[in-house]
């Protein structure tokens, strides 16, 4: 900062104080002065300039801190209304490797079946080397959840063991990869706090716009900020958000120490990203619901999975605590995993590839990899919308599945 003295302070971003839809537009600004910039700079550099004494709170090394990543790190913690900054990492996956060491060697972790392969993946890894047991849940079913976060139903998915520990940490994630099952969040954060459990929470796919985890009773929010937050399909990060301070410090420590942590430029690629997020996610989340009431009825599709639709399984649920019902939806083909590709190669707008979030809409055949769990229908398509026009995406998706209703 310059010697000058800054009178003109940029305007609180504490949530409290304004709308969500206006913090992605006002957080994370520089402060007020003639010609400063409305935008924060990106810092290049490795390190900073010191005094004699190490003081607590310096910047001192570039794996530590960067004062590009600070207007990010306030705008995601303000979006999720908590107290302390967040917490920016490399990748999602990074935040995820950074969370799951918060659990006890020897504890024991309680996941959805469904979530998100490259966390099942890792935590799997974990469990082989073991560092902890793997206890994997349908997390739509509250009663068998809470069971394996007690401890109680008798099973362990992680092998031989002496009796069934209670949870050490909770793992959420809704609606979950790729199946769209809305998990009762705020039960489940409870059932998992009563035992002594931390409850972390990947937000990724609902955004803070549409669900607040910490307000539901979670301690630590996780998201792949490559997808939504980031919104144009062109940078990889991550992020995790807690009002937990000592949970903070963990994670901080974690960051440094292990050293996945944010290029400059991707978090300032991030922050400009997030300032449309509001729209972004208004538009393709009423188009989503368009999309999925449309292809309810087209003769090609064998089901539709979206919490918006009445007629789902979560769509109570999700009610309860999101507003809106996000922007991914997942469609079953007849005619299976040859008809579900047929569909994706006959797309002309809608691109076929993974990854989800952005303002180009997605289309992915999910058991194409090796890795997703066989409980996933080889014929379903997750289809993240987008913000083209709505008739065009109905249009293409249409030509698309009537060419495979006539072959
Ligand atoms: C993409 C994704 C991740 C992983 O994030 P990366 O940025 O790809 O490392 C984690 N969780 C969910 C739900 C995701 O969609």
């Known amino acids: 900062?310059?010697?000058?003295?800054?009178?003109?302070?940029?305007?609180?971003?504490?949530?409290?104080?304004?709308?969500?839809?206006?913090?992605?537009?006002?957080?994370?600004r520089p402060e007020r002065g003639h010609d400063a910039p409305v935008n924060p700079p990106i810092v290049l550099s490795s390190t900073y300039v010191g005094t004699g004494q190490v003081v607590d709170g310096d910047r001192a090394y570039g794996r530590y801190s960067n004062p590009t990543w600070d207007p990010l790190e306030e705008a995601l913690s303000a979006?999720?209304?908590?107290?302390?900054?967040?917490?920016?990492?490399?990748?999602g996956l990074a935040a995820v490797s950074a969370a799951l060491s918060l659990i006890p060697v020897g504890g024991v972790l309680v996941m959805p079946k469904h979530s998100y392969q490259g966390a099942l993946v890792m935590a799997s890894e974990l469990q082989e080397r073991g560092l902890f047991t793997l206890?994997?849940?349908?997390?739509a079913d509250t009663e068998a959840s809470i069971s394996a976060i007690n401890g109680t139903n008798g099973k362990n998915d992680g092998g031989a063991e002496d009796g069934f520990p209670p949870a050490s940490m909770l793992w959420l994630e809704s609606p979950t990869n790729p199946m769209l099952e809305v998990a009762d969040l705020r039960t489940?954060?409870?059932?998992?706090?009563?035992?002594?459990?931390?409850?972390?929470?990947?937000?990724?796919?609902?955004?803070?716009?549409?669900q607040q985890p910490l307000e539901l009773g979670s301690d630590?929010?996780?998201?792949?900020?490559?997808?939504?937050?980031?919104g144009h399909s062109d940078v990889v990060l991550g992020a995790l958000v807690t009002s937990d301070a000592g949970l903070r410090a963990q994670l901080l420590h974690h960051r440094s120490i292990h050293g996945a942590i944010a290029g400059p430029f991707e978090a300032w690629l991030a922050l400009r990203g997030l300032r449309t997020l509001a729209l972004r996610v208004e538009r393709s989340q009423s188009t989503a619901a368009?999309?999925?009431?449309?292809?309810?009825?087209h003769p090609q599709v064998e089901a539709v999975r979206f919490p918006g639709l009445e007629t789902d399984p979560g769509h109570h649920r999700a009610k309860v605590q999101m507003r809106g019902f996000g922007s991914v939806l997942a469609i079953e083909v007849r005619g299976g995993a040859a008809a579900a590709d047929a569909v994706v190669n006959a797309v002309r707008l809608w691109t076929p590839?993974?990854?989800?979030?952005?303002?180009?809409?997605?289309?992915?055949?999910?058991?194409?990899?090796?890795?997703?769990?066989?409980?996933?229908p080889a014929n379903l398509l997750r289809l993240s919308v987008g913000i083209e026009n709505p008739d065009d995406l109905?249009?293409?998706?249409?030509?698309?599945?009537?060419t495979t209703g006539t072959r």
Do not use: C
């Open 1 to 28: 900062m310059s010697q000058e003295a800054v009178s003109n302070p940029a305007p609180s971003t504490h949530p409290s104080d304004l709308a969500p839809d206006t913090v992605v537009v006002a957080a994370g």
């Open 79 to 91: 979006l999720e209304g908590a107290s302390l900054p967040g917490l920016i990492f490399g990748s």
């Open 135 to 139: 206890r994997t849940v349908d997390i």
């Open 188 to 210: 489940l954060a409870a059932a998992a706090t009563a035992v002594g459990a931390v409850v972390v929470t990947d937000n990724t796919f609902s955004t803070p716009l549409v």
């Open 220 to 230: 630590v929010v996780l998201h792949s900020v490559t997808k939504y937050l980031a």
């Open 290 to 297: 368009a999309l999925a009431r449309r292809l309810q009825s």
């Open 353 to 376: 590839a993974t990854s989800l979030g952005g303002v180009e809409s997605l289309i992915e055949r999910r058991r194409r990899h090796a890795n997703e769990p066989e409980t996933v």
């Open 394 to 402: 109905w249009n293409d998706l249409a030509q698309a599945l009537t």
